[in-house]
């Protein structure tokens, strides 16, 4: 992907950004959109996937309260009001969230339908009642409206009712599509253990335990113990080389989590997208040009596209060294200002951004 609009997304009226390359970093101040922007580019992963849409509401607390007796459409409209600009109400096309590439686009938005039965006739010339189609206008008269929200991508749209309950917790996304989204936590979507079993037995076994290393290089082995049950009480263990013992990587602090989670998301991504919000978290500025190389190596090898997020000069630095030492690598590098209520996207390119890292140039 070379470029991404984003219209009427939560804080992003209009933003368009250019000559995108394999890893992309975002700075700026806080309230300007970064993990925002991370948001969106999630939705246009997964085409609008409803399972994941519901994921997002619920990390943000959206619908901590949302039971069976509250359903209705005022309810949903409030709370999936939280993904549009200002958190607007308003049905049609002007009102729509538009997501877009040079190839896809993905649109959300609220509107008016009415259901109209589909018939066929049998043999006897009898009238069979296959299905129901459903009609958009924004012309109909309340009494026969149904209110809905139509996720729109190059693959077809679909309209869910907002009568019906739409966030239970069923969190399933498609196996097929490859993308995470890492948070300022370092928690994943997908259970930790679970993308370790994927790679078991494979190279990307060891591109995890190299990027271990950068903490701990005495890490001969990893593995995940405990049962699989709905709490995935599954931990990680380690083995070192120079002992019998095994330790649990929990306990060696959060650093070297923070790499584990990075890393066997990343490894779980080919040809796909890797989203890291404030990828600086929990460690030290010595460590982050090497995780940047490991970064850039595996995102290459298994052509994997990286969106990340960052407050950190010493993440910045370690980010353009990285660039200024390996030329087969591509970076770029966005610093995100608010005018008033329009968020701008400043790009620096390779050249720029190492120059202002020599200079000690600011560029969160």
């Known amino acids: 992907m070379e470029k991404i609009e984003i219209r009427n ?13 394999r890893v992309n970093l975002f700075t700026g101040r806080n309230n300007t959109g970064k993990s925002t922007i991370l948001e969106a580019l999630s939705l246009f992963a997964v085409k609008g996937n409803i399972n994941w849409i519901r994921q997002l509401l619920d990390s943000r607390g959206e619908i901590n309260n949302y039971r069976e007796e509250n359903i209705s459409i005022e309810n949903n409209l409030n709370i999936l009001s939280s993904f549009f600009y200002n958190r607007q109400i308003e049905f049609g096309k002007d009102n729509s969230i538009r997501i877009s590439s040079e190839s896809e686009e993905l649109f959300l938005r609220f509107v008016k339908f009415i259901e109209e039965e589909v ?32 996720i729109k991508s190059n693959e077809g749209s679909r309209i869910h009712n907002l009568d019906k309950h739409l966030f239970r917790r069923s969190y399933s996304v498609s196996d097929s599509i490859n993308f995470h989204l890492i948070n300022s936590k370092g928690d994943d979507v997908i259970n930790s253990a679970k993308l370790w079993d994927t790679i078991t037995f494979s190279e990307k076994e060891e591109l995890v335990i190299k990027a271990l290393r950068i903490i ?39 650093g070297i989590n923070r790499i584990l989670n990075l890393t066997l ?19 030290h500025f010595s460590v982050q040009e090497k995780l940047w190389e490991i ?67 600011n560029l969160r």
Do not use: W
């Open 216 to 254: 701990e290089p005495n890490i001969s082995r990893l593995s995940f113990v405990g049962e699989d049950n709905f709490r995935n009480s599954r931990y990680p263990i380690v083995k070192l080389s120079n002992t019998k013992n095994v330790y649990p990587l929990n306990a060696m602090g959060d």
């Open 9 to 21: 997304y939560k804080c992003l009226g209009n933003i368009a950004i250019s000559n995108l390359k």
């Open 119 to 150: 018939v066929e006739k049998d043999k006897t010339g009898s009238e069979i009642l296959i299905g129901k189609r459903k009609i958009m206008s924004d012309d109909l008269s309340y009494d026969n409206t149904s209110f809905g929200f139509e």
């Open 265 to 283: 998301a990343l490894v779980n991504s080919d040809g796909g997208f890797l989203l890291i919000d404030e990828c600086e978290n929990g460690l």
């Open 295 to 361: 970064i850039f190596e595996i995102a290459s090898k298994l052509d994997i596209q990286i969106f990340a997020t960052t407050h950190s000069n010493d993440s910045i630095y370690s980010f353009a060294k990285v660039l200024e030492n390996n030329n087969k690598y591509e970076g770029s590098l966005y610093r995100l200002e608010r005018k008033k209520e329009i968020v701008i996207a400043n790009p620096f390119s390779k050249d720029e951004i190492t120059e202002a890292a020599k200079q000690g140039i």
